[in-house]
């Protein structure tokens, strides 16, 4: 775990919970798929949590535990 994307959607994650497009516009410059990659990286080593919330309609939140 680390580089650049990861410390980035950490300190964005830190501020408040984010949907995926809203997490990617606030970095600026990352990939759909750089991003997908680092937020599973960072939920798999704990750091992140995914929240799925009841529909309608299916928004999902990434942030800190």
Same mark, same amino acid.
């Given at each position: @775990? *680390? *580089? &650049?994307?990861t410390i980035l959607a950490i300190s964005v994650l830190a501020e408040q919970p984010r949907r995926f497009n809203g997490l &990617?516009? =606030?970095?600026? *410059?990352?990939? %759909? %798929? @750089? =991003?997908?990659?680092?937020? &599973?990286? =960072?939920? !798999?080593? *704990? @750091? ?11 928004? !999902? ?5």
């Amino acid at each position: @775990m *680390g *580089g &650049k994307w990861t410390i980035l959607a950490i300190s964005v994650l830190a501020e408040q919970p984010r949907r995926f497009n809203g997490l &990617k516009r =606030l970095i600026g *410059g990352i990939s %759909q %798929q @750089m =991003l997908t990659r680092t937020l &599973k990286a =960072l939920e !798999h080593d *704990g @750091m992140v949590t995914r929240t799925v919330p009841p529909p309608p309609p299916c928004r !999902h939140r990434w942030n800190t535990p």
